[in-house]
Each structure stands twice: as structure tokens, then as C-alpha cells.
């Protein structure tokens, strides 16, 4: 049976069978951040070389593929490339949600720690020494260069003993030896290698298209059980790794476990568009001043902001510069880093005005 009552922390929660909980002011942001991704989804869809008024795009839409030039816009062009944006938002931005209640540091996000930063490594070795490197292998290089990384923090800083300081300036480390051999692969590569390497580690929805979102869908699906199952257990990292284990959580096992579910998660949109930088920061920062929840309501809201972020940096992009292409991980830095001081700043006045 299905009631609506008040919860521990006394405000209104939606008790379901099978003891699960949704309070309903997550449940009013949740709403608000899937109108509002409908509604940027729209527009996305009307701006570019050709803009396209709303009748347009529901001919467009429902003509099908082929056909007219605004069928192709938008079936060939910019819904792949919105789709693919909302997919490795939403990775991306869960994957920073984990890291950061796993190391109980609001900086932690999968470039930091060197998850990305390690798939990257491993793609451009493998593009530059083996040219004919078969593309289907790529994401399981970028997963091999991931989880490469995600074992040398865990043999680094340990299993269990690890506080969160530790783990992300080791990150930070192996994240900064690796970024200078990206460097120099960039610097003694030929001309037009090195153009088209610095544009995907840029991040990049250009080479968006329906086989690449089928690629890429069965990792973003395995998103859904990763936060199912390890969200209440990142719950209790949220106490700390003391707390956590008082209430019974086998860190020693289930810390690996959720820094695996990262590097999957990182290392497919690694492979996908490229790194996102500062993505896997802001989102659950804006999420959780949109509505601070935590353990599942807190990687759905962080993931959802995540998705939203990319496709409005997109599409402002596109809109407002027209002609010229911008890669998505620029345009999310140009545009979601000031709504991301704007919300802190807010954050900082609502505190001070609370004491």
C-alpha cells in the first residue's frame, strides 16, 4: 500500500511497498528537471545551421527519416547528437556523484581521480602506435586503461583504511603523469593527428550517430541497477567510512565494487565523445541545491542535472555562435561553470541567512 506520510526528517515522504521512500520535494525536482530537459530538448532541436520552427520539427518528426533537409537536421544531425549528450551527461555526472560520496570529498569527479584520464591514455596510445586499431576494441581499451587506474588507487591508498583526502591528492597524481603523456603524444604526432586528438580530448558530440548511441546505450542502461543497488550503500559512505561501517557496510569489498561501477560508466563516455571536463563536479553540486537528497534521489537528480547540462551547453552554443564549431566539453565550461558559482554563491547566502 501506497501512503504519503511525514518521515524522519520530517518532511513528506511516498512510502511504496517494499520499504522504499521518496520524499516529495525529490520527487517535485525530479519533475522540474524532466520539463525542463523537455524543453531544452525542443529547442535543441530548432537551433543549428538551419533553424527550424516548431511545425517543422513535428513534420519532421513524424515524415520519418529521409525526405526533406529539416528531416535530415533533425534525424541524421541533432537527434543523435542531443541523445548522446543526455546519455554521457547522465554518466558522467552519476559516476562524479559516486566518486564523491566514496571519498566524502565534494571535489572528486572521474577526471580528478584519473578514471578518465586513464581511458584517454590507453584510446590515444592506441590510435597513434596501432593506426589500424579495430574501432569496435576501443571501449574495451579505454575500460582496460580505467580499471588500470582504478587498481592502482586501490593498491596505492588501500582498500579500506583509505580516507578521501588520500585517494583524490593520489588521483590527482596519477592524473597529472598521465595528462603529460597525452601531451606529448599530442606535441609528436603529425599535424592532422594531433588536430583531430585535440578536438576529441576537447569533448566532442560531432561524431554522434544512431550505431555510436547504440554502442553506447547498454552502458548508459547499466547505469539504472548501479544506482538501484549501490545507492543506499553510497548512503552510508555520506556518514563516513567509520559510520559506515557501524552500520554494517563491508567497505573492504563494496569500495572496489562502486570504484568498478565508475570506470565502466567513465570509461564508456570516455570513449563516446571524449572527456567532459568539471562536469562530474558541478552537476551534483547544482543537484543538491535543486534538492539535497541523498542515495538513490541523490545519483538520479546529480545524473539528471548532468544530461541537462550537456544539452543546453550544446544548444546555446549552437544558437548563440552559429557557424562556428565549439566542442561540448568548452561549452559546458563556458556556460555551466557560472550557474555553478551563481549556485554556490546562493548556496553561501541561504547558509548565512539560516545562522
Known amino acids: 500500500m501506497t501512503v504519503i506520510a511525514q518521515g524522519l526528517d520530517r518532511r513528506l515522504a511516498l512510502f511504496l511497498p517494499g520499504g522504499l521512500k521518496i520524499r516529495l520535494v525529490d520527487l517535485s525536482a525530479f519533475c522540474g528537471l524532466l520539463l525542463a530537459t523537455l524543453v531544452t530538448l525542443a529547442f535543441s532541436l ?16 513524424v515524415s520519418g527519416p529521409g525526405g526533406s533537409d529539416a528531416a535530415f537536421a533533425i534525424w541524421d544531425v541533432r537527434l543523435p547528437r542531443i541523445l548522446m549528450g543526455l546519455m554521457v551527461g547522465w554518466c558522467i555526472a552519476l ?4 566518486l564523491q560520496s566514496l571519498s566524502q570529498n565534494p571535489l572528486a569527479d572521474p577526471g580528478l581521480l584519473g578514471l578518465s584520464q586513464g581511458s584517454l591514455t590507453t584510446i590515444m596510445i592506441a590510435l597513434v602506435f596501432f593506426p589500424v586499431f ?86 548508459c542502461v547499466v547505469s539504472l541497477p548501479i544506482i538501484l543497488f549501490l545507492g543506499r550503500r553510497l548512503r552510508s559512505y555520506d556518514l563516513g567510512d567509520q559510520m559506515a561501517m557501524a552500520l ?41 541545491f535543486i534538492a539535497p537528497a541523498s542515495g538513490r534521489a541523490r545519483l538520479v537528480l546529480s ?47 541561504a547558509r548565512r541567512a539560516t545562522h
Open 46 to 61: 530548432s537551433v543549428g545551421t538551419t533553424d527550424l520552427g516548431p511545425l517543422a520539427i513535428v513534420r519532421a518528426l
Open 134 to 219: 579495430p574501432q569496435a576494441v576501443l571501449p574495451l581499451a579505454a575500460l582496460a586503461g580505467g580499471l588500470a587506474v582504478g587498481c592502482l588507487l586501490i593498491a596505492l591508498v588501500g582498500r579500506s583504511n583509505a580516507n578521501g583526502m588520500s585517494i583524490l591528492l593520489m588521483g590527482i597524481a596519477i592524473e597529472t603523469s598521465l595528462s603529460s603523456i597525452t601531451t606529448i603524444l599530442v606535441l609528436y604526432t603529425p599535424p592532422e593527428v594531433s588536430q583531430a586528438l585535440g578536438d576529441w580530448m576537447a569533448g566532442s558530440l560531432f561524431r554522434s550517430s544512431w550505431s555510436a548511441l547504440a554502442a553506447f546505450m547498454p552502458w
Open 303 to 349: 545524473a539528471m542535472v548532468g544530461g541537462l547540462l550537456v544539452i543546453a551547453a550544446d544548444a546555446l552554443t549552437r544558437a548563440l555562435i552559429g557557424e562556428i564549431a565549439m566542442p561540448t566539453g568548452l561549452s559546458i565550461v563556458l556556460i555551466g561553470v557560472p550557474v555553478f558559482i551563481v549556485t554556490l554563491r546562493l548556496r553561501a547566502l
Open 95 to 98: 559516476t562524479g556523484a559516486m
Open 248 to 288: 554494517g557496510e563491508p567497505v573492504r569489498y563494496s569500495k572496489p565494487l562502486i570504484l568498478l561501477a565508475a570506470v565502466l560508466l567513465t570509461s564508456a563516455s570516455v570513449t563516446a565523445v571524449g572527456p567532459l571536463v568539471f562536469l562530474g563536479i558541478m552537476a551534483p553540486h547544482i543537484a543538491n
